[in-house]
């Protein structure tokens, strides 16, 4: 069974940067893309960006330049990083895979920014 | 990029009643379609791939539809556990795009 587990800050500082984890089990991560995700009440579900086994990446342009997705196969986990945060980043971050439809999700980590 | 169109944002039916909840694409996006459900406090349920493929561990009451511009959701005859969010996906790449949800309530 393939279980997703987001890690990282819940409250992070205006115009720094936030960092997630998501460690993945029961899948390798350099068979297929995997993606993060973001809710919040207002905008419902937005997709933040994907990273493939090769390492290229895409993002919703929207936030594209802020956002940096990297993987680390020998812990087969991947990461999150989103420059300069503000209040509108506050939400519920998910990552989830794999591919482009989302079978598995992680249980999601609630990300507040606030000073 | 891709928008995704869904309607309507909420609807209220009673247990047996059949609703359609429909996503417009705003371009051709083949059947690169999938729908989610989500309940409040937890992560979205993939229900339907490929505008019609029903996951593994939902009942036959649950179809989709659709193709190009133009897709829908079917519930056959809602139950209890049908009262959420849902949401449509499409996967065309390069990026990827949510529709707004619909949400299902009791009547």
């Known amino acids: 069974q393939v279980q997703l587990q987001e890690s990282g800050p819940r409250l992070v500082k205006p115009s720094e940067t936030l960092s997630l984890t998501c460690a993945v089990s029961?899948?390798?991560?350099?068979?297929?893309?995997w993606n993060w995700i973001r809710q919040t009440p207002g905008k419902g579900l937005e997709w933040i960006g994907h990273?493939?086994?090769?390492?290229?990446?895409a993002f919703d342009p929207s936030l594209k330049g802020r956002v940096t997705l990297s993987a680390d196969t020998s812990q087969n986990h991947f990461t999150l990083t989103l420059s300069s945060v503000t209040a509108a980043d506050t939400a519920t971050y998910y990552c989830?895979?794999?591919?482009?439809?989302?079978?598995?999700w992680g249980q999601g980590l609630q990300v507040t920014v606030s000073s | 990029d891709v928008q995704l169109t869904q309607v309507p944002s909420s609807l209220s039916a009673s247990v047996g009643d059949s609703v359609t909840i429909t996503c417009r694409a705003s371009?051709?996006?083949?059947?690169?379609l999938n729908w989610y459900q989500q309940k409040p406090g937890r992560a979205p349920r993939l229900l339907i791939y490929?505008?019609?493929s029903r996951q593994y561990g939902f009942p036959s009451r649950f179809s989709g539809a659709g193709s190009g511009t133009e897709f829908t959701l079917t519930i056959s005859a809602v139950q209890p556990d049908d009262y959420a969010t849902y949401y449509c996906?499409?996967?065309?790449?390069?990026?990827?795009?949510f529709g707004g949800g619909t949400r299902l309530d009791v009547k």
């Open positions: 990273i493939q086994p090769n390492g290229a990446s």
């Open positions: 490929e505008t019609v």
């Open positions: 989830a895979g794999p591919g482009y439809s989302f079978t598995y």
């Open positions: 029961g899948n390798s991560i350099s068979t297929y893309s």
């Open positions: 996906q499409q996967s065309s790449r390069p990026s990827l795009t």
């Open positions: 371009q051709n996006i083949n059947n690169f």
